[in-house]
Structures are given as structure tokens and as C-alpha cells.
């Protein structure tokens, strides 16, 4: 009764690895209802492994109704005539999982991956292409079903996305495209929830606004909403001053937002706000900057919102906590991972067409921060949706 051998480097865990054997005898026929198993010591012997790695196993195993396990005598095969097989695993890569956003977008996708029968196999490129690559390029050598994935911004194509794209495989991109992938999709609409976020500022009387952000300008969901910051003002009869862009040229992870360290990008929008250009409001590409831009605030001297009004997008879990409560944009996180999730199910099962794209609307969520009378007893916060199509 040999066992698969268990990949220690593998980004399934060893008792997934165990696991996902069991399933596959069993539903094959190798182990006929009422076999025994070996007992966990030979099991870790055999395998190298812990103890407690074939705990987890068999107790998976359990629960799967797959084995039962009888005090004293040992674990069996359970007597089931039609133990289903798993649908095997479906790997999931993004550059961190640090903010409320990502973590909300993971479970959308573990919510629907589980249901049809699929283990989630996560990953973090930490940010890093070749790390990226690395994690794809494994992945795919334990045979995933389909791959749902945050890519890495870069305007290399010899990368290993493009190369699975190229082969047909299940690939579905979340929150961001990648020009050229032809590969589906599901974003928000950042074009309309940046539209919105820009068109309140003027509706409250704001002439002079500022885009800030950080290179690379050309990450999809950052060019969707500078260029709504763009088309609301000019729409408005407005100039629409270039970005001012902070940081080096690479896409950076999410930081603790409640200790961002002092940093040359702070220093920056110190130096900015101090100088003659200073606008009455400025647009924060999302709301790790506008924090950027609260500190900096703080630091000069200046009033949020009576000297200068500030708003971002992402409405992370502390937007709402900051003082001034932060203006800013909602996405639908959870909703984002159902869908690329359902998409990557369809692609599976054999529904292939066109490359498709999925917009889900966003929701503007105003509070003090972008409220240009808040001292004259405007509401400290209200919510208005979007319509954006899907």
C-alpha cells in the first residue's frame, strides 16, 4: 500500500497532498469500502511527515465521509458506493494579502471554489514578477484545474501568464487586466467610481483639484480612475493638471495603514503642500495616499477639509476611523472573487468564447474629508450608489 510521495516544496500542504491521495484511491477503486489503512505511525514513517500532518489528513478525511475510525481498531474505508472524487485544486496568486480589500476578494473566490468541489491553493508573489512566474510555473506542475490570479504590473510578456494564456488553460484576472493577456477578467468600474469621487469635489464648489499617485501610472485600475479624474474636469470646463506622481516606478504591496513610516513619498506631499501649487482638493489614487496626504496635512499645518479637502478609493477598514472620516470610493470586493471564480467554474466546464470582461459598480461613500461646508453642519457621511454596467 505505497503512498504518493509528498512534494515538500510544493504550495499545497502536505496534508492537502495526503488528503487529495486518500480521495483519489478511493474514488478510483485501489481501496474498496471496509480497507484498512495504515496506522499513523507508519503512515509518518512512510511518508517523512509529522504526526500531526496525518491527524489533519485523516480528520479531513474524515469529514469527507471518505475513512472512519473506530477506537482501538483502527481507520477504514468508509462503506459509501459512491464517494465522489474532488475536482482536484484551482491555484490563486496576488501580490499580498494584507488589505481588507484582498482578503474580502480571496474568500468571494474560496466561497464558490469550495462549493463546486475545488481546494484553493493561495499564493503570494510578494509583489515580485519572477516570484510571480515561480508560483505559476508550480502550480501548473501540480496539475491545477484553472488559476485565478491579481497579476503583477509589467510590460515584460515573456512572462509565465502570457505562456499559460497561450495554452488554453482556465485563467481568470481579478481586478486589474493586463494589456495583451486576452484573458478574462473582473474589475470595478474605476472609471465610474473615480468620475464620481472627482464630480463631487466640483459639486461642492471645488475648482482647483490635484491627482496624486504613484508610478505605474499605466496599472489598469490606476489609469481608469485618473482618467476619470481627467474627463470630470474638463467636462466641468476645469484644467486638469498632469498627475502628481510620488515614489519610484514599481507597483509596491499594501503597507500597515495605521503605521506608514516616515518615507521620501510623505516627504514629497510635505514639500507640495507647502509650495505654491497647493490646490484646494486633491484626489488620492486610493486611500493608502490619502492618508499620505492626512499626515502630510497634519504636519504643515493645514486643516482637512476647511484648507484643504481630500478623498481616495478603496474604502479600506480604516477610511472610516481617520480624522476626518475619509470621502472615498467602495469596491465590491467579495462580489469581485465570486465572479472571476464563477467565470474560471464556466471555463472549466467547458464554456469557452470570447475573452470576457466584468465591471461591478462602486459605490461613492462621502464623509468629512470631501465635504467643502462640514463645518457649517453638512452631514458628516453619506452613502450614494453607482450604476455602472456589468
Request: charged letters at 20%; hydrophobic letters at 40%; one cysteine or more.
Amino acid at each position: 500500500m505505497k503512498l504518493v510521495k509528498l512534494l515538500r516544496d510544493s504550495p499545497i500542504p502536505l496534508y492537502q497532498q495526503l488528503l487529495n491521495d486518500i480521495r483519489a484511491r478511493i474514488a478510483s477503486g485501489e481501496w474498496q469500502p471496509g480497507t484498512r489503512l495504515p496506522t499513523e505511525a507508519e503512515l509518518a514513517s512512510e511518508l517523512s511527515v509529522s504526526r500531526v500532518t496525518i491527524r489533519q489528513a485523516l480528520s479531513a478525511a474524515v469529514d469527507a465521509n471518505l475513512v472512519i475510525r473506530i477506537p482501538g481498531k483502527g481507520t477504514y474505508v468508509a462503506q459509501v458506493a459512491n464517494t465522489p472524487l474532488s475536482q482536484g485544486f484551482v491555484g490563486y496568486v496576488v501580490p499580498h494579502l494584507s488589505s481588507s480589500f484582498n482578503v474580502q476578494t480571496l474568500l468571494g473566490v474560496e466561497n464558490v471554489i469550495k462549493t463546486a468541489g475545488y481546494q484553493l491553493i493561495f499564493c503570494n508573489s510578494e509583489g515580485d514578477l519572477a516570484e510571480e512566474d515561480r508560483l505559476l510555473t508550480r502550480l501548473e506542475s501540480e496539475g491545477m484545474a484553472g488559476y485565478v490570479m491579481q497579476p503583477i504590473y509589467s510590460e515584460n510578456k515573456d512572462r509565465s501568464l502570457f505562456r499559460l494564456v497561450a495554452k488554453g488553460s482556465p485563467l481568470v484576472l481579478i481586478d486589474r487586466d493586463i494589456p495583451g493577456a486576452q484573458a478574462d477578467v473582473v474589475t470595478s468600474d474605476h472609471f465610474e467610481g473615480g468620475h464620481a469621487v472627482v464630480r463631487h469635489l466640483i459639486d461642492q464648489g471645488f475648482t482647483d483639484i490635484r491627482y496624486l499617485a504613484r508610478q505605474p501610472l499605466d496599472l489598469t485600475s490606476i489609469a481608469e480612475r485618473y482618467r476619470a479624474y481627467q474627463a470630470a474636469m474638463l467636462k466641468a470646463g476645469l484644467k486638469a493638471p498632469p498627475a502628481f506622481v510620488v515614489g519610484g516606478p514599481t507597483e509596491l504591496g499594501y503597507r500597515n495603514s495605521l503605521d506608514i513610516p516616515e518615507s521620501s513619498e510623505l516627504d514629497s506631499i510635505v514639500k507640495f503642500l507647502q509650495g505654491p501649487e497647493r490646490p484646494q482638493a486633491i484626489v488620492a489614487m486610493n486611500d493608502l495616499y490619502a492618508l499620505l496626504v492626512l499626515q502630510a496635512a497634519e504636519q504643515v499645518g493645514l486643516s482637512v477639509p476647511e484648507d484643504l479637502a481630500v478623498v481616495g478609493f478603496d474604502d479600506l477598514d480604516f477610511a472610516a476611523t481617520l480624522n476626518p472620516p475619509l470621502t472615498t470610493v467602495a469596491q465590491q470586493a467579495y462580489q469581485l472573487g465570486m465572479e472571476a471564480a464563477r467565470l474560471l467554474l464556466a471555463w472549466i466546464d467547458g464554456e469557452r468564447g470570447p475573452v470576457r470582461q466584468i465591471r461591478l459598480p462602486t459605490r461613492l461613500v462621502v464623509r468629512e474629508s470631501g465635504l467643502r461646508f462640514a463645518e457649517q453642519g453638512q452631514p458628516r457621511e453619506a452613502v450614494m450608489r453607482l450604476q455602472s454596467s456589468s
